[in-house]
C-alpha cells in the first residue's frame, strides 16, 4: 500500500513538472512563461548633490508603513510584491524639512504596470507611488518620458529631478544616487499558451517583437539564440501594449516583457 502510494506521488509529482515545462512558471492561463531571462531590482535614481533624494526616500518608507505601497501593490499586480522597509514619521524626521516644489520624474513611457501613456496622461504603479510621495511632501508631480536606462545623462542634463518608472539598480554606478530597491522584476521570453514558441529554440522561424526598451534589447545579446533563432525581430515604438496586442492578433509568436505585465494585460 506505501509503494502505491509513493507511486501515486511521484507521479503526480512528475505531472506536476511537466505541466510547468509546457504554460511555463509565472504564466496564466493565457500566456505562457517560455523562458525566465533576467532578474531586476528596481529603485529611484538621483541626482548625487540633489536634496531630494532623502526626502523622497522618507516619503517612501512612510508610504510603506502606513500600508500604501501594498495597496498600491495589490490594484496593479494583485500581489504585494513590494520589497520596501516601512518607517514611520520618517518625513518628520529629516534633518531638513521638505520645501514646496515641482519634481520632475523621468520615467518609462511605454512599461505598464510601471509605467506608460493612456488617454495622454501617465499611470502605473510607479507613477501613483511618484503621486503618493510628492503629495505626502506637499510637492508637485510632472512626469517625462525618458529612456530610463540613460539615468545618468538624464539627471546630469537637468532634464529631470529623478527617474523612476521601471528603472533597474546597478551596481557601483556612482553616477547616480539610488533609493533602497521597492520591488523586484523579472523580464521574460513569454507566448501565448494555445501556441507559439515554449523555448527559445522555439523560434527558429517564427517572429520575435520586443519594445525598444535597452534592458529588453540586452537580452538579445545575452542570449545569442533570442537573436540568431527567431526568422524575424520586431522591435515596436509604442511600449509593452504594442507587444501584447501583436502577440494576441498572431503578428508574433513570443515577446520579450516583464512577468508581472501577463496578469496586466490578461484581460485587456
Known amino acids: 500500500m506505501n509503494r502505491y502510494k509513493k507511486l501515486v506521488a511521484s507521479l503526480l509529482?512528475?505531472?506536476?513538472?511537466?505541466?510547468?515545462a509546457g504554460c511555463g512558471i509565472g504564466g496564466n492561463d493565457k500566456y505562457r512563461v517560455a523562458k525566465t531571462l533576467a532578474q531586476q531590482q528596481f529603485c529611484v535614481a538621483f541626482r548625487p548633490d540633489d536634496k531630494a533624494g532623502p526626502a523622497v526616500i522618507a516619503a517612501m518608507q512612510e508610504l510603506q508603513a502606513e500600508g500604501k505601497v501594498t495597496e498600491l501593490s495589490q490594484k496593479w499586480f494583485n500581489s504585494d510584491v513590494s520589497t520596501l522597509e516601512g518607517k514611520k514619521d520618517a518625513v518628520t524626521a529629516l534633518a531638513e524639512k521638505p520645501k514646496s516644489r515641482t519634481l520632475l520624474i523621468g520615467c518609462d513611457g511605454g512599461r505598464l504596470p510601471f509605467s506608460g501613456k493612456e488617454?495622454?496622461?501617465?499611470?502605473?504603479f510607479d507613477v501613483e507611488f511618484a503621486k503618493a510621495v510628492c503629495a505626502k511632501l506637499g510637492w508637485t508631480a510632472k512626469f517625462i518620458a525618458i529612456d530610463v536606462s540613460q539615468a545618468a545623462v538624464e539627471l546630469g542634463s537637468g532634464n529631470v529631478d529623478c527617474v523612476w518608472g521601471g528603472y533597474a539598480w546597478?551596481?557601483?554606478?556612482?553616477?547616480v544616487f539610488a533609493s533602497p530597491v521597492y520591488m523586484k522584476n523579472t523580464i521574460v521570453l513569454a507566448s501565448l499558451k494555445s501556441g507559439g514558441a515554449r523555448s527559445i529554440g522555439g523560434l527558429a522561424d517564427k517572429t520575435l517583437t520586443l519594445?525598444?526598451?535597452?534592458?529588453?534589447?540586452?537580452?538579445?545579446?545575452?542570449?545569442?539564440?533570442l537573436k540568431s533563432k527567431p526568422a524575424y525581430i520586431v522591435r515596436v515604438q509604442n511600449g509593452t501594449a504594442d507587444c501584447f496586442a501583436a502577440l494576441n492578433d498572431g503578428k508574433a509568436d513570443a515577446i520579450v516583457t516583464d512577468r508581472l505585465a501577463l496578469g496586466y494585460y490578461y484581460s485587456r
Do not use: C, I, P, W
Not at 211 to 225: C, G, I, R, V
Open 13 to 20: 509529482f512528475f505531472a506536476l513538472v511537466l505541466s510547468f
Open 119 to 124: 488617454n495622454a496622461g501617465f499611470t502605473g
Open 170 to 175: 546597478e551596481k557601483d554606478n556612482a553616477d
Open 211 to 225: 519594445s525598444d526598451n535597452a534592458y529588453y534589447n540586452a537580452m538579445l545579446e545575452q542570449y545569442k539564440n
